[in-house]
């Protein structure tokens, strides 16, 4: 089955206290993003990956940090988490192009930290 | 830049009402124009697209036309159920911007 796979689906963490949250795709996909979700304010970009090796960043990227070593994984870094990271995140997929492909989104890992 | 603006919500309907949520983008160049759905603790998914105007993307009973003179992109449905209370997003993508815009999202409940 066609699908991305975040984990955990929920944290609870303490300021300032490394986290990752991994994200896996298994569709060969060469377009990855990270979206946090706020009330209001729809979702925002983060980050995003064109391929292998490639990121770059979106609309909030302050606090994060991501890495794409592999094609089929794009793990999300927080180094130093803050209460105003916390939030709902999507992780989502699709193929290269066309650049209007379906995006594919993982189930959403709800993040509180205190 | 580019941007949605939709509706706010939330909206509570009953059962066989008929559905309407409003979405205008603004966009440079020319967007092609989505509509996603998000069911209760669960990631987004693609509801519909149009990928130029006047094209009408449906689903599950869903419609939406790209209307590129008023920038819109509304989202209708004739007869709702229960299992369509979601979150439900206006999105665009520009070609050669490597991101998707999406609207604050509307909330709608239907009631049995």
């Known amino acids: 089955e066609a699908q991305v796979t975040q984990n955990p689906r929920y944290l609870i963490t303490v300021t300032g206290k490394k986290l990752t949250v991994t994200c896996s795709q298994n569709m060969n996909h060469e377009y990855m993003s990270w979206y946090r979700q706020d009330p209001g304010l729809g979702l925002r970009q983060i980050y995003y990956s064109m391929n292998v090796e490639v990121t770059d960043k979106g609309d909030v990227p302050e606090g994060y940090k991501v890495s794409r070593k592999e094609k089929r994984n794009f793990p999300l870094i927080l180094e130093s988490p803050s209460p105003n990271q916390t939030s709902l995140y999507f992780c989502?997929?699709?193929?290269?192009?066309?650049?209007?492909?379906?995006?594919?989104f993982g189930n959403g890992t709800r993040l509180t930290v205190t | 830049g580019n941007s949605v603006t939709q509706m706010e919500g939330p909206v509570t309907l009953s059962e066989e009402a008929f559905l309407t949520i409003n979405c205008t983008y603004t966009a440079t160049g020319y967007p092609s124009l989505f509509w996603y759905v998000q069911y209760p603790g669960e990631g987004l998914q693609l509801l519909l697209k149009?990928?130029?105007?006047?094209d009408k993307g449906s689903n599950k009973g869903f419609e939406a036309t790209y209307r590129k003179e008023t920038t819109s992109f509304h989202l209708e449905k004739g007869s709702v159920q229960v299992s369509d209370s979601a979150v439900y997003f206006c999105?665009?993508?520009?070609?050669?911007?490597?991101?998707?815009?999406f609207g604050a999202g509307t909330t709608v409940t239907v009631r049995a």
């Open positions: 999105a665009l993508s520009v070609r050669n911007d490597y991101k998707l815009s």
């Open positions: 149009a990928t130029k105007a006047d």
């Open positions: 989502a997929s699709r193929a290269g192009q066309p650049y209007n492909s379906p995006l594919h």
